[in-house]
């Protein structure tokens, strides 16, 4: 899995886009990675766009996981807004399995999109940090 990093200013969030099979082994190093990027601070928006990004080896068993690991960090992630961009149906619904896993586990608020534009006014409405 690869990822790039980058900052919306004037949206008032970082978008990651993802490319390549998602690996849960990954994860760690993925939070560490936004955590020291130089524009996030707890509570940011986030758009992560896995439009590019294959689940193939996905299963309940690693999304569990990743929903455990999302947990262990959620402090960092903030009260913000997560959104998770997915490119199918089947991704789709890999999102909203992480979604109602994770719901209770942290402080962001997490929703599945489609379509970027859509997701994009979702982390608008309301956005503390918007500039």
Not at 54 to 66: C, E, L, P, V
Not at 106 to 125: L, P, T, V
Request: glycine share 6%.
């Amino acid at each position: 899995m690869n990822w790039t990093i980058e900052y919306l200013k004037n949206d008032g969030y970082v978008k990651i886009i993802c490319k390549g099979v998602f690996r849960i082994e990954q994860l760690p190093e993925y939070f560490k990675t936004l955590f020291s990027y130089k524009h996030w601070k707890p509570g940011r928006n986030l758009l992560i766009d896995n439009q590019n990004l294959s689940f193939d080896q996905m299963n309940i068993k690693k999304m569990r996981k990743a929903s455990n690991d999302y947990q262990s960090v959620s402090r960092e992630f903030g009260e913000g807004k997560m959104a998770l961009l997915m490119n199918s149906i089947v991704n789709y619904g890999f999102g909203r399995q992480f979604q109602l896993l994770s719901e209770n586990k942290g402080q962001s608020e997490i929703q599945i999109f489609n379509d970027e534009k859509k997701a994009r006014d979702w982390m608008q409405e309301e956005n503390p940090l918007a500039e």
